[in-house]
């Protein structure tokens, strides 16, 4: 009798393990060039109206918002793609593109080269919600670059101006 064969992974280039940065993470499983496709976000889909109704307790959450005003819930159906850590002076990208049915899609890209155990990073940008300051937003990357915050550049400036 012959054992039943798995579905191949969506996210051949990347294992999980635990992070020294923050929870777990994700590794490239072989060395790869810039550029190199790393997988689809996937999970369930929000509408605006969708999250508004939500109710968001303050525990660990995979919501990656798309330009489309969709969000994505990476914990709801997601893979490898949802622990990417972030970093300030990242090693990957997420890119906004579309599928063959003209549906948007969030892909991950390598930025630059990385060899096979690294660590994969995307740099989050987040955006504060009112009355949030950067130190709501702790980055640990530990980089050269670190802002101290996951909050995008322009965020964090602002907010550290009227601090």
């Not at 109206?49 to 995979?62: E, F, P, V």
Request: with cysteine; aromatic share 8%; proline share 5%.
């Amino acid at each position: 009798m012959s054992k039943p064969r798995s579905a191949p992974s969506t996210t051949p280039n990347l294992r999980v393990s635990a992070s020294g940065v923050h929870g777990l993470g994700a590794y490239a499983t072989r060395p790869l060039p810039a550029g190199a496709f790393l997988g689809l976000y996937e999970g369930r889909r929000y509408t605006p109206a969708q999250i508004a109704a939500k109710t968001w307790d303050d525990s660990l959450t995979y919501l990656f918002k798309l330009s489309n005003d969709e969000t994505i819930d990476g914990a709801k159906g997601g893979n490898a793609t949802r622990h990417l850590n972030h970093s300030c002076d990242p090693n990957c990208e997420a890119v906004e593109d579309y599928d063959e049915t003209g549906r948007m899609v969030l892909r991950f890209q390598t930025l630059v080269e990385v060899d096979a155990g690294d660590e994969l990073f995307i740099d989050y940008s987040l955006t504060a919600d009112d009355g949030s300051s950067p130190a709501d937003y702790l980055c640990y990357c530990g980089t050269d670059a670190c802002r101290g915050t996951m909050l995008a550049a322009a965020d964090a400036d602002v907010d550290e101006a009227a601090g």
